[in-house]
């Protein structure tokens, strides 16, 4: 698999997807194009370097759709733990994350001991370790 670079040159780590959720969130991404050209452009760009597998072959550790994920902002030592879940659903004061937030498009795919130089809602790069993941209940 080719590498991914952020605009710094630097490698991104390997993602992972569930086939059904990657089409459901290139689906959400095209319907948000036209309002949200930023955010979709950044999913998008998510979702094509992602390696998609059946959920049954999936790595352990991987942040999916309504798992629950303990990270750290390495700049600021902030440790948050988040439920990442689709749009409709989002309810920060209950840590439930939206996959359209820049933090949400970030964690997508990534597995517990990785981390990402990832852009914040300022468009400030940050740099987010994943602590751990709690699989979703399917």
């Not at 930023?38 to 049954?56: K, N, Q, S, W």
């Not at 689709?86 to 359209?100: F, Q, R, W």
């Not at 990832?118 to 751990?132: F, K, Q």
Request: with cysteine; hydrophobic share 45%.
């Amino acid at each position: 698999m080719e590498s991914t670079k952020n605009v710094r040159g630097e490698e991104r780590p390997a993602i992972h997807l569930v086939d059904a959720e990657c089409d459901a969130l290139y689906a959400l991404a095209l319907t948000i194009q036209a309002k949200k050209p930023e955010r979709a452009a950044m999913l998008l760009a998510e979702l094509d370097r992602a390696e998609v597998h059946p959920a049954e072959t999936l790595p352990a550790g991987v942040v999916t759709m309504n798992s629950r994920v303990e990270f750290v902002d390495e700049a600021s030592g902030t440790r948050r733990t988040v439920e990442l879940v689709y749009p409709h659903e989002a309810d920060i004061d209950a840590g439930k994350v939206s996959i359209l937030t820049p933090v949400g498009i970030g964690l997508i795919g990534m597995a517990a001991g990785s981390a990402i130089l990832w852009p914040d809602r300022d468009g400030h790069e940050r740099l987010l370790r994943i602590v751990s993941v709690a699989p979703a209940v399917r």
